[in-house]
């Protein structure tokens, strides 16, 4: 008879909404009804305390109602049905499966051109946000040195010192050193990529002698596992180029995705049932090219057919593209998308 009475008839998640909408204020009421669409809804009235809360069927959701609930031991909530009779339901709640209320927003930082000789007031900025991750977009430092103008070359061009692997490495621990960077790094997972200071010379290219050294020693620096198909792409001299997947349904301070079970990255093989990753709706892929690695060398003339990330990641990337399932794909590299020529 309670169904009977109270279930009001099938609706789309849409024409629900808009009949939310359009009741007035002195018909402000409770309604339980399914997640999914075309299921149920149950009409509660305004006397009813509610509490927004999830199971495997069921939502209940408060509109303009006292903030006040009747829960027992936590696990079970009790609805008054009809304010004119003492009637009421009980509804079972498993409150590991509650949603999270998070009272600020998920957050990604993004960062590059960082001299580690320079003290970076940006740190503690950062860390205040509370980001789930910071991105590096290249240049996490600066080992490369200007020196002069060149002029045994038309036109002149400025001249750098090129940093070796081992200048690199004390660079990068002096920036690991910083302590406001180091305190970022204990609460925010780190990712990225490089582009020419880091890699260890002004508009470096693939003619850099210590580019497979200089990518590992990034890696390193963002302390990527050793067995991530980044960092093996990495030690094969390829680039460094990857993906993270963040799932911001999950548990603050959990939000990175395992890759292996992101399934994005085209290193791992897909299941007998071609499965990919299983990732909620509130999921954001981090794509980090290497646009030096692979790059072209700069000519006289333009070269119509130049590059910047070379075959091998250019294939990768439309296939991790074609992987996602992330609600939002960001895409990251050293270089404006759409540079003058020689810019980088």
């Excluded at 909408?21 to 669409?37: A, D």
């Excluded at 009779?85 to 499966?97: F, L, P, W």
């Excluded at 997947?245 to 290193?267: K, N």
Aim: hydrophobic content about 35%; proline content about 6%; some cysteine.
């Amino acid at each position: 008879q309670f169904l009977y009475k109270h279930i009001i008839g099938s609706f789309l998640k849409a024409s629900f909404l808009k009949a939310k909408e359009q009741r007035k204020p002195s018909r402000r009421i409770c309604l339980i009804y399914e997640e999914q669409p075309n299921t149920a809804v149950l009409i509660l009235p305004l006397t009813t305390h509610c509490r927004s809360f999830y199971d495997s069927f069921l939502y209940l959701r408060r509109r303009r109602l006292p903030s006040q609930i009747g829960i027992e031991n936590d696990e079970r909530l009790k609805l008054k049905v009809n304010p004119r009779n003492k009637r009421s339901i009980n509804v079972y709640i498993h409150k590991e499966q509650m949603p999270s209320q998070k009272s600020t927003p998920s957050r990604i930082a993004f960062g590059s051109c960082n001299n580690q000789n320079l003290t970076n007031h940006l740190w503690p900025v950062i860390q205040s946000r509370r980001p789930a991750a910071f991105i590096w977009g290249g240049d996490a430092i600066y080992a490369d040195f200007y020196q002069k103008f060149d002029f045994t070359v038309f036109p002149p061009k400025p001249s750098f010192d090129c940093a070796t692997p081992e200048r690199l490495e004390r660079f990068y621990s002096k920036q690991l050193s910083d302590a406001a960077y180091s305190s970022l790094r204990s609460k925010t997972h780190i990712f990225g990529t490089i582009d020419d200071h880091d890699l260890g010379c002004n508009a470096a290219d693939r003619d850099f002698e210590y580019k497979l050294e200089s990518g590992i020693s990034f890696l390193n620096f963002i302390s990527e596992p050793l067995e991530s198909p980044m960092f093996l792409r990495a030690k094969d001299g390829i680039g460094v180029y990857g993906v993270k997947l963040y799932d911001f349904s999950r548990p603050t301070g959990h939000e990175l995705v395992p890759d292996r079970e992101a399934a994005i990255d085209p290193f791992f093989e897909l299941d007998g049932d071609n499965n990919l990753g299983k990732y909620s709706n509130h999921s954001v892929a981090i794509f980090a090219l290497d646009c030096r690695t692979n790059k072209t060398p700069w000519g006289i003339l333009s070269d119509p057919n130049g590059d910047f990330l070379g075959e091998a990641q250019w294939i990768w990337f439309e296939q991790a593209l074609k992987r996602s399932k992330a609600s939002v794909n960001i895409i990251v590299q050293g270089l404006q998308v759409h540079p003058d020529r020689m810019v980088g």
